[in-house]
């Protein structure tokens, strides 16, 4: 059973931060690239960050240099989504996700939704400005 449990969202002013974080199943956490999406009311979901398995990251060019992804170093079923400068469009539901079915789809570079293909429930962030 696939568990990916988000917590962290919340509301911050413009140039606030907030860290969102999630725990998954352990043998995601050693085969599967992790990462996270956001959907906006009335947009489609995107992918904004991911991590695989040797710690190489990707991300979407409009969260680079402002939000960062790791796993935690004590607990490797833990993940960290570390958002600075927060923009109001960065306003969202986000989703810890997983390859899953899409295993093997992700080599490097900026994430697609197509590179995840399972998640759980989504943790809200609200960006006033």
């Known amino acids: 059973q696939v568990q990916l449990v988000p917590s962290g969202g919340g509301s911050v002013q413009a140039g606030g931060s907030l860290r969102l974080s999630c725990v998954v199943s352990?043998?995601?956490?050693?085969?599967?690239?992790v990462g996270w999406l956001r959907q906006a009311p009335e947009k489609e979901r995107e992918a904004v960050a991911i991590?695989?398995?040797?710690?190489?990251?990707?991300y979407i060019d409009s969260v680079k240099g402002r939000f960062s992804i790791s796993k935690d170093n004590a607990n490797n079923t833990l993940y960290h989504l570390q958002m600075n400068n927060l923009k109001p469009e960065d306003s969202a539901m986000y989703y810890c996700?997983?390859?899953?079915?899409?295993?093997?789809?992700?080599?490097?570079?900026?994430?697609?939704?197509?590179?995840?293909?399972?998640w759980g429930q989504g943790t809200q962030v609200t960006v006033s400005s």
């Open positions: 996700a997983t390859e899953g079915r899409f295993r093997g789809s992700w080599h490097g570079g900026p994430p697609g939704a197509k590179d995840l293909g399972d």
């Open positions: 352990e043998h995601i956490s050693r085969a599967d690239c």
């Open positions: 991590i695989d398995p040797d710690g190489n990251t990707g």
